[in-house]
């Protein structure tokens, strides 16, 4: 088991937690997201990461055949376009997506970013939610703010 900290966290259920731990198997399988509640001590084989830890998931096409429709949701006309030939949506995809919505919504947050588009994903109907092996480090963000920057990336750490 690894045990992994850094500034922020995304749980499995999209909540963000300030200097959270997430414990994960060798082949980087989440299995533990502990909330701090922001006062992060010492553990023993505890490996803290400067950006924003996400475990790995991404959104499959339920219906390949089907092309995804247009939406309610206030981000559809950003996403449909970024997604139109895509049946698995990645994590990588995600944030990239996360970087044109904070390009048009400045005022809005990674986490709010992050869950708007996990909620049009899973609500939509087209698409689940895959847990996928790989912890991934958020680095190039402005960790003060939440925001996105041009410099935002994922980085694979497990």
Known sequence: MKKLAANYLVS???KFLKNGILVAEEDGTAVEFIDTKGDLDEIALLSFHNGILISGYAFTRINPENP???SEHFLSSLIIPAITELNLVSIHNLVEIGKQVQLQF???KIPEILGELNSFFTESGHFRKDKMPGIFILIGSNL???HFTAKSRLKKIL
Do not use: D
């Open 144 to 146: 003060l703010s939440l």
């Open 106 to 108: 400045p005022q809005m």
């Open 12 to 14: 499995e259920t999209g």
């Open 68 to 70: 995804v429709c247009e």
